[in-house]
């Protein structure tokens, strides 16, 4: 068994999203609120009903709050805004349902088109749009076998 060190807050958001998604994944749950025994369901559940989901006092109490580093300095929870993480989520589970790259073939001297779908699919797009940095996932390319 293999274990991965989560050395910095981008893995740590990324490992989080990963398994709030797992039930996405594996077609248990159409979306991110439907996924039964996850953080994200009860997070989602409790960000409806509040008028704040940003503050902590408004959060799942039994969790970890998401608390963002207000002025930039470290504070006992997550380091991410509630909503930034929900969204996060939300948008990494639209790119694993169904997501266009665009591409030019030089072949034909034309703009294509390619539907990609599920984690393979997220990795191609991340990397075309550059989008790895933007929202900080680290993510090993699949097209290259490990040693």
Not at 56 to 83: A, D, I
Not at 100 to 115: E, G, H, I, P
Request: proline letters at 5%; glycine letters at 4%; aromatic letters at 8%.
């Amino acid at each position: 068994m293999k274990s991965q060190a989560l050395l910095d807050e981008k893995a740590l958001l990324a490992c989080m999203a990963y398994v709030d998604l797992n039930a996405v994944r594996a077609k248990m749950a159409r979306v991110p609120e439907h996924s039964d025994h996850t953080s994200v369901k009860k997070h989602y559940l409790k960000a409806v009903k509040t008028e704040d989901s940003n503050s902590p006092k408004e959060q799942v109490r039994s969790l970890l709050p998401f608390t963002g580093y207000p002025n930039n300095e470290p504070k006992k929870g997550l380091p991410v805004l509630l909503t930034d993480y929900l969204a996060l989520v939300d948008w990494t589970e639209c790119f694993l349902r169904l997501a266009v790259l665009s591409f030019f073939d030089f072949q034909s001297s034309s703009r294509k088109a390619v539907f990609v779908t599920g984690a393979e699919g997220l990795i191609l797009v991340l990397q075309r749009y550059r989008l790895f940095h933007k929202i900080g996932l680290l993510v090993r390319d699949p097209m290259k076998t490990s040693a």
